[in-house]
Nanobody, 127 residues
């Protein structure tokens, strides 16, 4: 039974920070690339960033580069998304997802390629 559980969302003022966590269970953690996606009401689910199975490589969408950082802790089977300098346009439900590492590179990660999804955590950034 694979389960991904996000936490850490909430309401934050513009310019503030949040750290999201994604706890994974029921899978071999090191066998998966991990990605973060977000979806705002009425919009497509979009890629935010990803981290390779080993944690050695990360990739981010241009709009969050320099502000967001992805990391993973193999001892805790947990992936993190540190979000700094938050903007109102960052408001969305944030989802973590796992994709088998041999399906492709993290730079080309798309929602349909992911194997498992969490239920999401809501991030609201007020102006």
């Amino acid at each position: 039974q694979v389960q991904l559980v996000e936490s850490g969302g909430g309401l934050v003022q513009a310019g503030g920070s949040l750290r999201l966590s994604c706890a994974a269970s029921g899978l071999i953690f090191s066998a998966y690339h991990m990605g973060w996606f977000r979806q705002a009401p009425g919009k497509e689910r979009e890629f935010v960033g990803a981290i390779s199975w080993s944690g050695e490589s990360t990739y981010y969408t241009e709009s969050v580069k320099g502000r967001f950082t992805i990391s993973r802790d193999s001892t805790k089977n947990t992936v993190y998304l540190q979000m700094n300098s938050l903007k109102p346009e960052d408001s969305a439900v944030y989802y973590c997802a796992a994709g088998v590492r041999w399906k492709g590179t993290i730079a080309t990660m798309t929602p349909h390629q992911m194997d498992y999804w969490g239920k999401g955590t809501l991030v609201t950034v007020s102006s």
